[in-house]
């Protein structure tokens, strides 16, 4: 990037300071963003835990957060960059569409729910309910996942670098899980699967989307839906 | 939902800001529950002296001529007015004695809460009138828990809100709902339990009461709390010396913890956490589910 274009990106960042402006000027402003603009970077600083900080970005817009968020983070995001430099409350970057959302620390919660795209990074360790029916986001946590997670996950894919809790990937649809560590126990209709070439490849460009250089996609086991429990069949009536 | 703090302190040059600290602390909660809110804070036990906190909604006319009429049994009592409460220090062998006479003369006083320690102050109103109404911020103590209530399970009422304490500087505050607590309550009556109300939440602290009545001490009694609760909960319990907390094998009811060498801090969401001291610092997580916390002032001296 030539220094000078740098330079003017730099002077036009915008700085929020939640201790003194209401969330809504924030949020305001992001939605207010027209398409083509140059002024695409914000910083937040002092969120304290706030709700609903920087929901709703329809523009590639950037958004750098210091400090720690309460629930809904980046919620609705489509196309926007936002990285949290502290910790998340439940439901961080709920229902994505498309973009990335980069949690430095850890993440309560249904972190990723029913996101539909866009990738979903968690430095730390995600709560219960990781991606609960998550329908074509990519998810990936560095740390470990709490139970429930991927629960009824339509696509999209979820990566794990530590261990993930009970009943992963109950009344899975077509999501595709990625373990490294152990889990504690598979939820209904969710089996370990054959980890193939197009799987590895999809796990190595993943892991490499989200930072992650000294891990190989060799390491991780694949889990996936038995397809058993698509429509009600009455001689599955115990699994539901 | 319902909001809940609560504060553990290690370091007792603290000790005289708890009542601030939790008021500040349950103030930034008030959007989780704006229909009741609470406050129980263990000060210091004054040698052989018990703590009755009592509750009327007419004090002009329950209160009056209280300490006159406690006197009879103890020359000693003391009655600190505050608003709608009182709390009345009485030598503790006198602590029975003055319930009874209270109970006889002035039928409509409520007994919140009794002990060596613990103070419970709790109304239908805002955090932040609660807290003024009974001047919580300029009470010292060693540990306290607040809760500002979004009712689900009972009426908006004085005895409906949290904490609830059923037995000696025992108390409970409750984010969630019970499901097994009406047939709970008929068992534990039935064991001797006495209810104020029709609130699951005062089922469980009845229930932990009854536990650590047998014996357990109040991690056991909340490991035992896993199996015989059913329902949502998040709860966090205080004893004379100790601070609990335990959530549900769902854990679908928020909560954050944090800790540093001077305290233990819960916080239905961190929001609750970010004035403390060097909150920036401290070790943050989130208690696991089904995992019982406890930490005891006893145990750790």
Not at chain 1, 21 to 38: C, F, Y
Not at chain 1, 106 to 129: C, E, F, H, M, P
Request: hydrophobic share 40%; glycine share 12%.
């Amino acid at each position: 990037m030539d220094i000078s274009v740098k330079r003017e990106s730099l002077e036009a960042m915008r700085v929020f300071d939640l201790a003194t402006t209401p969330l809504r000027e924030l949020n305001s402003a992001l939605h207010a963003i027209a398409p083509g603009t140059n002024d695409t970077n914000f910083e937040v600083v002092n969120p304290r835990g706030s709700h609903a900080v920087a929901v709703g970005i329809d523009q590639p817009v950037t958004v750098e957060v210091r400090g720690s968020v309460g629930y809904y983070c980046a919620g609705m995001n489509d196309g926007g960059t936002v990285t949290v430099h502290g910790s998340a409350g439940p439901g961080v970057a709920e229902n994505m569409m498309s973009g990335t959302v980069v949690i430095e620390g850890d993440a309560s919660q249904y972190a990723g729910a029913t996101g539909r795209g866009g990738l979903l990074v968690i430095k730390g360790n995600a709560a219960s309910r990781c991606g609960i029916s998550m329908k074509g986001i990519d998810i990936v946590v560095h740390g470990s996942i709490g139970h429930m997670s991927a629960f009824m996950g339509q696509s999209g894919h979820l990566v794990v670098l530590g261990d993930a809790g009970d009943a992963l990937g109950d009344s899975l649809y077509e999501a595709k899980l990625f373990v490294r560590g152990a889990v504690k126990s598979l939820g209904a209709d969710c089996i370990e699967k054959e980890m193939r070439s197009e799987h590895l490849a999809k796990l190595a460009e993943l892991l490499a989307r989200a930072g992650v250089t000294d891990v190989s996609p060799t390491e991780f086991k694949r889990y996936g839906s038995a397809r058993k429990l698509y429509n009600f069949n009455i001689d599955n009536a115990e699994a539901y | 939902m319902c909001g809940i703090v609560g504060l553990f302190l290690k370091d007792k040059t603290l000790e005289p800001r708890l009542g601030a600290m939790l008021a500040d602390m349950l103030i930034v909660m008030t959007d989780r529950g704006p229909d009741s809110a609470g406050i129980a804070i263990y000060g210091a036990p004054s040698g052989g002296r018990a703590k009755i906190t009592v509750q009327s909604s007419r004090p002009a006319v329950d209160f009056a001529g209280l300490e006159a009429l406690l006197k009879h049994l103890d020359a000693g009592v003391t009655v600190d007015l505050k608003s709608t409460h009182a709390v009345i220090e009485t030598d503790a062998m006198q602590a029975a004695a003055v319930r009874d006479l209270l109970a006889e003369q002035r039928p409509d006083v409520r007994v919140m809460g009794s002990g060596d320690s613990i103070e419970i102050y709790k109304e239908v109103g805002l955090p932040k009138d609660v807290v003024a109404r009974f001047g919580i911020r300029e009470m010292g103590g060693t540990h306290g828990i607040g809760h500002t209530r979004m009712a689900t399970e009972s009426a908006v009422t004085t005895l409906g809100a949290h904490p609830f304490s059923t037995g000696a500087d025992q108390c409970l505050v409750h984010n969630g709902s019970l499901s097994n607590h009406n047939n709970l309550r008929r068992e534990l009556v039935r064991e001797g339990m006495r209810f104020e109300t029709q609130n699951d939440s005062e089922v469980a602290a009845a229930y932990l009461t009854n536990e650590m009545a047998k014996g357990k001490d109040l991690g056991q009694a909340l490991t035992s709390a896993l199996d015989d609760l059913d329902g949502f909960f998040t709860f966090v319990v205080g004893t004379k010396s100790g601070f609990g907390v335990v959530r549900d094998p769902i854990a679908c009811k928020p909560a954050v913890m944090a800790e540093t060498d001077q305290y233990i801090a819960f916080g239905s969401e961190y929001r609750a956490l970010v004035n403390l001291p060097g909150i920036e610092d401290a070790r943050v997580w989130e208690p696991e589910p089904a995992t019982v916390y406890f930490w005891d002032h006893e145990k750790a001296a």
